[in-house]
């Protein structure tokens, strides 16, 4: 009978498991990037073969990876080909002088959409002079600017 060994055993540490009956452990056996056995040092030490990485993790915290595998492809090819582009580093004067050359060279009326500010600007946007300065800029077309949250 062939054993089966963990790829990775995490010690000594503080393990969150996303498992309500055992929230908490100090080791943990992952073996193909999940858990094949938790709890203490005896639960995971029939797993090690030659082949394991141990990692002690000195009592620090761990835990699973939060994943995230959705993506927005149609949002952004949307805003490469019709959007102002801001840098997250760029400032309310900077984005003003971009959206007034967009503004310049649009047809009269039109919308001009941006996006992806930093949203560390969003105090200083919501001020009385910034309002004065990006309304001066926009020379009366209707914008919409947008962070980099997409919430705002």
Same mark, same amino acid.
């Given at each position: 009978?062939?054993?089966?060994? &963990?790829? /990775? ?7 969150? !498991?996303?498992?309500?009956? $055992? ?7 992952? #073996?193909?990037?999940? @858990? ?9 030490? %029939?797993?090690?073969?030659?082949? !394991?990485? !141990? ?22 090819? $949307? ?6 582009? @801001? %840098? ?7 984005? &003003?002088? /971009?959206?007034? #050359? ?13 996006? $992806? @500010? ?8 919501? /001020? ?8 001066? &800029? ?15």
């Amino acid at each position: 009978m062939t054993r089966t060994f &963990a790829d /990775t055993v995490f010690r000594n540490g503080r393990i969150y !498991t996303s498992n309500r009956g $055992q929230p908490w452990v100090a080791c943990a056996a992952v #073996k193909a990037g999940r @858990f094949i056995a938790v709890g203490e040092e005896r639960d995971v030490a %029939s797993l090690i073969g030659e082949g !394991t990485a !141990t990692v002690d993790l000195g009592g620090r915290m761990a835990m699973p990876g939060i994943v995230d595998i959705h993506n927005h492809i149609m949002m952004g090819g $949307q805003a490469d080909l019709y959007e102002l582009r @801001f %840098s997250n580093a760029d400032s309310v004067p900077r984005i &003003a002088e /971009t959206l007034h #050359k967009a503004a310049s060279a649009a047809a009269p009326g039109a919308w001009i959409v941006g996006g $992806q @500010f930093g949203n560390n600007l969003l105090n200083e946007m919501n /001020t009385a002079e910034s309002c004065a300065l990006l309304d001066a &800029a926009c020379l009366g077309h209707p914008v919409v600017l947008r962070d980099d949250t997409y919430h705002n």
